[in-house]
Every structure is written in C-alpha cells, then in structure tokens.
C-alpha cells in the first residue's frame, strides 16, 4: 500500500530549508498520518519503541516557536520523533524516521532532518517526551519553494551536501585493507549506491560497510562523539544507513535480516561494528 522506488526516491531526496509556506493539504495530511501509523506498528531490527508526532505550526499550536534560527523558511508543519531509551534507540530512530522522510519525498513532500537547529524545549514539550525517552530530532514537512534562500546555499556548500565519499572510503571487501569496487559488488553495487546517498549529521557519512560474500557488515566512523553524553547522532546515520540498505534489497528481491554478527574485524582508528545484514 506504501510502495515507493526507492532509487528514484532518495536520488530525488535532499535536505529542503525553503517551504512555500503554504499547508500541507488534507490528503497529503491524510497519507502522512497514515504512513506513521503504518510505522509504529512495523516490524523494525533495532530495539526502542519509536514514536512520531506531527504538528500544525500555525493558529493556537503547541509550538509557538520552532526557532529553526533562519535556517529553515516558511515551513508551516513539522514532525518529532522520540524513541524508549535503549543501546540501539539511536539506530531505531534512523531506520524508523527515514522511511517516513523517503515517503514524503515520494509524495512530492521537503524534508530536512534537523538535531540542533531548532528549539529543544518546545519541541519536547509538545512531544510529552518521557523520562525514559531519548528526544533529539525534528523535521519540516512541507512544499518545497522553487527558490533557496541563502543560509541554505551557504550551509550546502560549506557541508558539500550536494556530494558523497567515494567508494573506496566507505565500502570494504572483507576487511579493512581492502577497497570495494562497484564491480566486484555485483547484485548488490546498486544497494550500496543507494545506501551512499543517504543523509547524515554534517553530511560526514560515517557508514564504513564490509562486504564479506553476501553478508555485510555496518560499522560507525565516529567523529562527532560527545564525550559529556550518551547520545550519538551518528548512529542515527547508520540507522538510516540501514533503512536505505534494506529498502533497496528489498526491491531486488533478495532476503536476509540486520541482527549482530560482530565478525572480529580489525578495523580503523574511532571506527566501530555496530551491525550485521546476513543474506538468508
Ligand atoms: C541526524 C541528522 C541531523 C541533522 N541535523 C541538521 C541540522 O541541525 N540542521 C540542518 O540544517 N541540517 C541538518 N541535517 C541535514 C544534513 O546536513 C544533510 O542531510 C546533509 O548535509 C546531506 O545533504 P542532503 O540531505 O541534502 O543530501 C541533519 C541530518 C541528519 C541525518
């Protein structure tokens, strides 16, 4: 009921700041909602409830101020997302909040993931976020304005939004030692591709992924690590990472499940294993 493409969907995806300014229309409403529904009860590899709650920003809103800091325009409707704390909320929250961002995008809808720029305390409240609840993420929801405005421009360029690492800095043959070409990735070059255009905190894209056979193996490059907190955002990349990897396999027709299977690897100085797709 909720099919998309997902290559032409996260090929056609990117961060939007600008927004018409104009609602979301009931029926576009309407299949949001339902699509969220649809998410809090599907199936999901990562442990942590997730929970995502849309609001009218405008009129008597619970938020008063989003304060996006000029940073996103005109959006008049937003989406939080807070999950039950837990070792893999982070990834939990990845997984679960990009196939709604994909899904919006496949309905013509902007999006923009957002971790800082926004106002915090407003937010949770609204949210009702719970003692034993991690809180960290809003998006804008709207239509995107044909127009960018210039922080937008300027943050784009200063993060290259608009570009990916290569290859052979994030996709691994068996171990570290040895790059991933496109060729020797087979059935699986398009999965990868897919999974390389994800978005991610600063666009630093920290999925390193090893392709052992038709099992591969996610690890964490962790660079934004806050030593005062728990919480780190770039394992909500690698649960992204995870949502684009399976959406593609899955539209491949090729099976298997993301559960750990730490193979022991040697891996890079601050690089991590955080989890493992096994093909089945
Ligand atoms: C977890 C996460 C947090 C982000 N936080 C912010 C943010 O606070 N402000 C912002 O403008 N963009 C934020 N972004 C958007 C990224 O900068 C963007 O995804 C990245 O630069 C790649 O650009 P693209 O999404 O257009 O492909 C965030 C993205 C992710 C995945």
Same mark, same amino acid.
């Not at 290859?167 to 043959?173: I, K, L, R």
């Given at each position: ?152 421009? *300027?943050? &784009?360029? +200063?993060?290259? /939004?608009?570009?990916?690492? $290569? %290859? ?6 068996? !171990? @570290? ?16 591709? *897919?999974? &390389?255009? +994800?978005?991610? /905190?600063?666009?630093?894209? $920290? %999925? ?6 038709? !099992? @591969? ?23 992204? /990472? ?39």
């Amino acid at each position: 009921m909720f099919d998309f493409p997902i290559k032409e969907t996260a090929q056609n995806r990117k961060s939007i700041r600008t927004y018409t300014g104009a609602p979301l229309s009931s029926q576009d409403k309407d299949k949001i909602r339902s699509y969220i529904e649809y998410l809090s009860t599907a199936p999901s590899p990562f442990e942590g409830k997730v929970r995502i709650r849309l609001f009218d920003i405008s009129g008597d809103s619970e938020i008063k101020n989003p304060g996006t800091y000029g940073v996103i325009k005109n959006a008049k409707t937003f989406l939080g997302v807070a999950a039950e704390k837990c070792d893999t909320a982070e990834e939990a929250i990845g997984y679960i909040f990009e196939k709604l961002i994909l899904y919006a995008q496949s309905l013509g809808l902007g999006t923009c993931w957002l971790g800082g720029t926004y106002n915090k305390s407003e937010f949770a409240k609204a949210m009702d976020v719970k003692e034993n609840e991690l809180f960290h993420i809003v998006s804008p929801i709207g239509y995107p304005a044909p127009k960018t405005h210039l922080i937008n421009k *300027i943050m &784009r360029t +200063a993060i290259k /939004a608009d570009s990916r690492k $290569p %290859w052979s800095t994030m996709f691994f043959d068996r !171990n @570290f030692d040895t790059p991933l070409t496109e060729n020797q990735a087979g059935d699986f070059a398009s999965v990868l591709e *897919i999974t &390389r255009l +994800a978005p991610s /905190a600063c666009n630093k894209q $920290p %999925w390193r992924i090893v392709k052992d056979g038709n !099992n @591969f193996h996610f690890y964490e490059k962790r660079e934004m690590a806050d030593e005062n907190s728990s919480f780190d955002i770039q394992k909500l990349d690698l649960g992204i /990472a995870a949502c684009h990897f399976e959406l593609a396999v899955k539209e491949k027709g090729l099976s298997g499940k993301f559960i750990k299977a730490d193979p022991g690897l040697k891996a890079p100085e601050k690089t991590i294993y955080l989890f493992s797709w096994i093909a089945e």
